[in-house]
């Protein structure tokens, strides 16, 4: 089992970390035999598994069962539940709550956006015993704000911000941050301030290790192409064949076999 000790270690021994996003028993079981040392249970969820345009339409209960398939499938393997749109900007109680039911599912660190008005929250949740992992730059639950899902940190101003941003997380006592879709040096002077570990995606390689969303970079669709995506299969591809194939043997009489029929 992977602990957060271990990616203490391997961050001060200079070896890159790695993390992919799964949401479901099957798939975390075959990562569970990869050599990928961290599972983030995003809340891209919504997007990828339940066909939304934003992460923003998915609960506490749903992501809650994410992080219980994948903590049955992938027992090896250091979970971290994303906090969905707003579970953490309401009473300390039902924000504890949020947080009670992923880790209660199975997850070892939660995730949540940004930092302005999650101070004391983000002190309570890891004063409680609960790693946290921020999450800077782009941050998808502030689509809304941002207009679209867009590169930030590209004027001085945003850059100083979203440094002071991380300085602050880890003087709150996160024990990670994701930087996502910001420039290469603005990742490359963040990362010169902190001593927690950064995960990147879409933020360069300077960053302690790299994160992408698992359906993204097994090519489940040719659709969507952010320039730091890279493609390791093409699923679409193959689900077709597979797919085309089972439909060919049925209708041809192909399938089943006489050794495929009791
Ligand atoms: O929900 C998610 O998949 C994420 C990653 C993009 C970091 O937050």
Same mark, same amino acid.
């Given at each position: 089992m992977i602990s957060i000790n271990h990616l203490y270690a391997k961050q001060q021994a200079g070896e890159k970390l790695t993390m992919l996003t799964c949401y479901d028993y099957s798939s975390a079981r075959i990562m569970n035999q990869s050599d990928i040392e961290m599972i983030l249970v995003g809340d891209s969820a919504a997007m990828v598994?339940?066909?939304?345009? *934003?992460?923003?339409?998915? %609960?506490v209960d749903t992501m809650a069962q994410h992080v219980k398939a994948v903590a049955k499938g992938a027992p090896d393997k250091f979970i971290i539940g994303d906090m969905p749109f707003l579970s953490y900007r309401k009473s300390l109680d039902e924000n504890m709550t949020a947080v009670e039911k992923l880790m209660k599912a199975g997850a070892h660190a939660i995730k949540l956006e940004g930092v302005a008005g999650n101070e004391d929250l983000i002190k309570h949740i890891v004063e409680s015993g609960v790693p946290v992992m921020g999450h800077l730059g782009l941050t998808p639950q502030s689509v809304n704000q941002f207009g679209g899902f867009k590169v930030q940190g590209k004027s001085s101003d945003e850059r100083v911000r979203i440094i002071n941003e991380a300085k602050k997380l880890e003087s709150l006592g996160c024990f990670s941050v994701v930087l996502e879709c910001v420039p290469d040096e603005l990742t490359q002077e963040l990362v010169q301030h902190i001593d927690m570990i950064s995960i990147g995606i879409g933020a360069g *390689?300077?960053? %302690?290790g790299q994160v992408l969303v698992m359906q993204d970079m097994l090519g489940f669709s040719s659709q969507f192409s952010p320039k730091f995506l890279r493609r390791y299969l093409n699923t679409e591809q193959l689900f077709l064949e597979a797919f085309n194939a089972f439909a060919k043997d049925t209708r041809e009489q192909n399938y089943p076999d006489d050794s495929e029929q009791y």
């Open positions: 598994m339940h066909g939304e345009n *934003s992460t923003l339409p998915i %609960d *390689s300077a960053v %302690d």
